[in-house]
């Protein structure tokens, strides 16, 4: 079985923050995934943390659900 590009790229970005505490890493992580991915692939890697892919990286899966987040706070309809 084939790794989802998305899942190989963000877990070689985990491991770059690996000497951070998970939560710090977490947000570092979709920070820069936030910076340089396109919104396929965002979209992509949260759909692959919300099947529970077990190729994802802990650290990548809160990253995930922290973008979720951020983008649901930056749609126009989002309540404060």
């Known amino acids: 079985m084939s790794v989802p590009p998305e899942a190989r790229l963000g877990n070689d970005i985990a491991r770059q923050f690996a000497h951070l505490p998970d939560a710090e890493a977490a947000?570092?992580?979709?920070r820069h995934i936030e910076t340089?991915?396109?919104?396929r692939?965002?979209?992509a890697l949260e759909?692959?943390?919300?099947a529970h892919?077990?190729?994802l990286d802990?650290?990548?899966v809160d990253a995930a659900g922290r973008l979720a987040a951020?983008?649901?706070?930056s749609e126009p309809d989002a309540q404060p």
């Open 27 to 30: 947000e570092a992580i979709a």
């Open 36 to 39: 340089f991915w396109d919104p």
């Open 41 to 43: 692939m965002r979209r």
């Open 47 to 50: 759909a692959l943390a919300a």
């Open 53 to 55: 892919d077990d190729s």
């Open 58 to 60: 802990p650290r990548l």
């Open 70 to 73: 951020h983008a649901s706070r």
